[in-house]
């Protein structure tokens, strides 16, 4: 059984900062790539941003230059540092793994609110 938890997050005055992290558990051989999706209120989820194995990253226009992803395959994590947030960037944030052969694993998901 596979299990990502999540860390992080909160409540947060526009321009500021938060650091969410990641981490896989359980049956894991490897995982493929890792990827942070969000969704505001009201609507449906979307990709924020996304880390291959190898450390490729792409991100939502949205949140480039804001936004930082990075994994560490060692421990089966991946964190999302978040700057110059805005009210816009307010909503439950979700963290994805892709692992081949199993398939793909959520976390719990988490708030984050950003006040203007």
């Known amino acids: 059984q596979v299990q990502l938890v999540e860390s992080g997050g909160g409540v947060v005055q526009a321009g500021g900062s938060l650091r969410r992290s990641c981490a896989a558990s359980?049956?894991?051989?490897?995982?493929?790539?890792m990827v942070w999706y969000r969704q505001p209120p009201g609507k449906q989820r979307e990709l924020v941003v996304f880390?291959?194995?190898?450390?490729?990253?792409n991100d939502a226009y949205s949140v480039k230059g804001r936004f930082t992803i990075s994994r560490d395959n060692a421990k089966n994590m991946v964190d999302l540092q978040m700057n110059s947030l805005k009210p816009e960037d307010t909503g439950v944030y979700y963290c994805?793994?892709?692992?081949?052969?199993?398939?793909?694993?959520w976390g719990q998901g988490t708030q984050v609110t950003v006040s203007s």
């Open positions: 880390i291959t194995r190898g450390g490729s990253t």
């Open positions: 359980g049956r894991i051989c490897r995982i493929n790539n």
């Open positions: 994805n793994a892709a692992i081949p052969g199993a398939g793909d694993y």
